[in-house]
């Protein structure tokens, strides 16, 4: 397994603390609500003062012609969360050399944006008084779907999302990250590119049109992703350096290279041909040749190891007293073995 290809079993984890991080940190910055309908208010008159307040026509669109209403909102809740994932599985599966770069850009820009509702609550368009002109199409087509009244949640479960996450916009934010890994990864064909630059391009449209986000939240979350993939290569960089100090600290097996310590004294001899094996263990040979009368023809002229057959000394390990004969030691009047 290379380098880049990284264990399913070990990126499942840290995509869902990091996701659940995320989730449980919106609804910890959920802030002060007066707070958040200010922030709103003066994003929205800001867009008004750079003639840039186009989210009250889309609206207005999408509540007159339920044929576009109806489908953004389908857009809104669902492929936010099926598309982004998806992609995910697919570069981990058929490119995984750029696995690792496109998750890390993924996690970081998602924390950043966390950073972002906390620091800017800011309530969406949807929310503010009906005098501002907006329309909660959530709610107005929310019996043709699973969400309420309470954005993109399932009934019943809006207060376990938080109302005022508005700035930057992670919808247009993880859009904006799928065309960029359909544009490098998946080819060049006509149609992939297509869909990588449209399929941003329209979920800006559907924020704005549904009355979940301004035009200045779709502009954040393009920032974000822009400052997310600058600090991509350094958190990888710091990742990798942490993953080697906690090495150090966990011990490995023979597996891992380290090699044990062999059993018994340090000084105890070792048989001659014995092995150490990589485990620590010693191996002997299953026999040992057997000596002869006179020197084989390997040995031949070679000086007689531990001082030949009327050694005292007649196998590493095994000592004899002088006129004492080791059972496989033969005598001077014992036969010679028959020649092969």
Known sequence: MSRNRLLWWTELPLLAAVYAAYSAGRLLARGDVSTAVGNGLAILRFEEWLWLDVERPLNRLFTDNAWLGIPADFFYAALHYLVTPALLVWVYRRRSAHYRRMRTWLLVSTLIGLVGFTLLPTCPPRLLAAGHGFVDTMAQYGHYGWWGGEASAPRGLGGLTNQYAAMPSLHVGWSLWCGVVLWQLAGRRGWVRAVAVGYPLLTTVVVMGTANHYLLDAVAGAAVMGLGLLLTRPATRFAE???????????????????????GPANAPVPVGAAVSRSGSRSVPRSMPRPSGGPSRRTAGAAPAFGGLNSP???????????????RQPTDDSPAPAAR
């Open 241 to 263: 350096r942490l993953a080697g100090r906690l090495r150090r600290y966990v011990p490995t097996g023979p597996a891992g290279g380290a090699v044990a310590v062999p059993e």
């Open 313 to 327: 000394v007649v196998t590493t390990g095994c000592h004899t007293s002088p006129g004492e004969r080791h059972p």
